[in-house]
């Protein structure tokens, strides 16, 4: 286990709506990057948050944004669900270094838009 | 933009039988991590290669990271049921060194 905890574990939403997501981060971590995994697919960087403010973003519209508190914990909001917005949604909480460090992820949201 | 490729991107295998995955960038990477997710899990770190010609083992596993630190390579001896899964590699990202670009994962079966 890695001490990573994510809610809820699945989330079933209309096209239009709008979703958050929670992250607990692993004890003693401070950055926290949440991932976009579509079925059969590699993760994909949504975006990543050290010290709560917004440290490197892929590429996704401004409909996704996040928060991280002062406890290290991290919200994703997506805005304006679409179809195209169902997968898995993986949280990765981190020792920040600048590069390379290794990522524990949580069991992760699977999000279905309907 | 960076792409990391994967090949193949299924290997259904005999227990018993070696396993090989490779991994290539569009880029030159500073270090090269591998991560194994099993079926309906997510992903976990296996290990990371930061020197050129690096390799490294884990049992069964050995991790080779290319003399251009541009490929990659995850080997697996004598494959067990256990190694079901899918592997990925994922290098630092070109704007943010702290996020990952993974590659599509190549999905191993094993057949007992």
């Known amino acids: 286990e890695t001490g990573v905890t994510q809610s809820p574990t699945h989330l079933i939403k209309t096209r239009g709506q709008q979703v958050t997501l929670r992250c607990s981060s692993q004890s003693g971590h401070n950055t926290v990057s949440w991932y976009q995994q579509a079925l059969g697919q590699g993760p994909q960087f949504i975006f990543q948050?050290?010290?709560?403010?917004?440290?490197g973003r892929g590429n996704f519209p401004p409909r996704f944004s996040g928060l991280q508190f002062p406890n290290y914990s991290s919200e994703l909001n997506v805005n304006a669900l679409e179809l195209d917005d169902s997968a898995l949604y993986l949280c990765a909480s981190s020792l920040y270094r600048g590069e390379g460090e290794k990522l524990f992820f949580g069991s992760g949201t699977q999000l279905s838009v309907l | 933009g960076q792409q990391v490729m994967q090949i193949p991107q299924y290997q259904h295998v005999q227990e018993g039988e070696d396993f090989t995955t490779y991994c290539n960038s569009s880029t030159t990477l500073s270090n090269i991590q591998w991560y194994k997710q099993r079926p309906g899990g997510h992903p976990v770190f296996l290990i990371q290669l930061v020197k050129s010609g690096e390799v490294k083992k884990q049992k069964r596993l050995t991790f080779q990271f290319g003399e251009a630190k541009k490929n990659s390579s995850l080997h697996i001896t004598a494959t067990q049921t256990t190694d079901v899964g899918t592997y990925f590699c994922?290098?630092?990202?070109?704007?943010?060194?702290?996020?990952?670009?993974f590659g599509e994962g190549t999905q191993l079966t094993v057949n007992p």
């Open positions: 994922a290098g630092p990202g070109e704007t943010s060194g702290s996020r990952l670009t």
């Open positions: 948050y050290y010290r709560e403010e917004e440290n």
